[in-house]
């Protein structure tokens, strides 16, 4: 079965920041991507729906900040996974962050594509988003079936140790 396409969001004001970020993910991922790119929050916020999977946000930028956006995020879409992407070390600010829905927070530095990568290698490989997205069930079945066939393999791991 063939894997859907990603919407990434990228949303920061610093431009050459966003040009790098998007080629390191395109050449990752290729096209199993789409990315779009936004200077500001409230136009990323225009362009959010049921079908944008992951957003990177930067913190500081001109209007709302990017924990106001984050919020908004969610309340228009629970299901996207958004980053916080930021030169901020702010404990406090990280804290909120994933109070308000953060899937993670990276901080901007040499490691920080690397590490965005990761996370949306396990984004998109995630067993349960995996059935509810591809295979359309919902996420309580999926569940469900991931909790059985783990106890199933618990119990013949046990039988064979037994044995």
Not at 41 to 69: A, P, Q, R
Not at 110 to 125: E, G, L, V
Request: aromatic residues 8%; neutral net charge.
């Amino acid at each position: 079965m063939e894997m859907q396409v990603q919407n990434i969001f990228i949303v920061d004001d610093n431009q050459l920041m966003v040009t790098d970020l998007k080629l390191h993910l395109q050449d990752r991922f290729g096209a199993s991507v789409k990315i779009s790119t936004f200077e500001n929050g409230e136009s990323c916020l225009k362009k959010i729906d049921k079908d944008t999977h992951v957003v990177i946000l930067d913190y500081f930028m001109e209007g709302k900040n990017g924990l106001d956006i984050l919020k908004s995020i969610k309340e228009i879409n629970p299901k996207t996974d958004v980053v916080m992407l930021t030169s901020n070390e702010d404990i406090v600010l990280a804290i909120n962050a994933f109070r308000a829905g953060a899937k993670d927070y990276v901080i901007k530095g040499s490691s920080a594509w690397k590490k965005i990568a990761k996370i949306i290698i396990h984004i998109i490989t995630e067993p349960i988003r995996i059935l509810v997205r591809e295979f359309r069930i919902s996420k309580f079945m999926a569940i469900f079936l991931l909790t059985f066939v783990t106890m199933g393999i618990i119990v013949l791991f046990a039988m064979y140790v037994i044995n």
